[in-house]
């Protein structure tokens, strides 16, 4: 069977699929469909352009992949106002609710979240999600440990001068790190080339949690203590050959944010 097939009764040879194909390995028909000539298959990114722009719904693709329960798009239904507003009342969570999120919602979530773009959709982010508190504590507490370690280890790591702040927090009974989080996310792939694409995923995690009832905050001293304290790394337990790329915590706010504060006017070079 075909990777991508046509069906010649609905197809009328629009050439809409050739001309927007990512990698222009669909061949457009002379005088009826189109055709993804065999040698070509292995190109293929299994990106669904083809299948999703067809005006007549006459692509069949043979490769394995999830679609939504309701697969029709409807970007354009975005209320552009309304969508710069949500972005505008975004803010970094770090006081959370003491609740635990629930299973179904986490994984309700990543429904969008798995639909992110990808370098020639590679899809290639994994994902560790951790809702035990006590194992989020454990990860805080390695952290400071690192911090305690290269604040005499390294006289000269750039982040040293905001260890004796956050050890003498921690020593005081709070949490500077995860923030008594009940969430946490972290994102890794088979290798570094990776990054973008979680980082991508991960904004769209932050962006959408907020109307899941979340909140969300980037832990980078968490990563940064991850990628070089191997007991931390041990303890996250990602599978051996694979790449830490960042972690981010989740759950329920403890308070309400009312306003949008200021921020830097967009710098735009214009040509």
């Known amino acids: 069977m075909s990777l991508i097939s046509f069906d010649v009764e609905k197809c009328t ?7 927007t194909c990512p990698i222009n390995i669909i061949m457009p028909g002379e005088k009826g ?23 007549t719904n006459a692509i069949m ?20 106002e309304q969508l710069k507003k949500y972005i505008q009342s975004r803010r970094s969570i770090r006081v959370f609710k003491d609740k ?24 290639p982010v994994k994902w560790l999600v951790v809702t035990d508190s006590s194992e989020i504590k454990k990860f805080a507490d390695l952290t400071i440990d690192w911090m305690r370690m290269m604040a005499e280890k390294d006289a000269d790591h ?23 989080s009940p969430g946490l996310v972290y ?4 290798n570094a080339s ?42 996250l337990g990602i599978p051996a050959g694979f790449v830490l790329q960042f972690p981010m915590l989740f759950g329920y706010p403890k308070y309400k944010y009312r306003k949008i504060p200021g921020r830097k006017k967009a710098d735009i070079l214009w040509r």
Not at 220 to 232: M, S
């Open 100 to 123: 635990s999120v629930e299973k179904e919602k986490i994984k309700d979530l990543f429904e969008a979240v798995r639909f992110a773009p990808s370098g020639m959709n590679g899809q």
């Open 33 to 55: 469909a189109p055709s993804l000539p065999i040698e070509y298959e292995a190109f293929c990114t299994h990106c669904g352009h083809c299948e999703a722009i067809c005006p």
């Open 187 to 190: 994102a890794y792939s088979e």
């Open 158 to 180: 750039p982040l040293k001068r905001y260890f004796p702040v956050l050890v003498a927090l921690a020593d005081a009974g709070f949490d500077p790190i995860c923030r008594n």
């Open 194 to 235: 990776g990054y973008t694409d979680s980082i991508i995923a991960l904004t769209t995690f932050d962006l959408i949690a907020p109307s899941f009832g979340l909140g969300t905050c980037w832990v980078g001293l968490l990563h940064r203590a991850a990628v070089e304290y191997q007991p931390l790394k041990e303890a």
């Open 61 to 80: 693709v043979s490769y394995q992949s999830f679609p939504p329960e309701d697969d029709n798009a409807s970007i354009e239904q975005t209320n552009p």
């Open 13 to 19: 040879a629009c050439g809409i699929c050739s001309m």
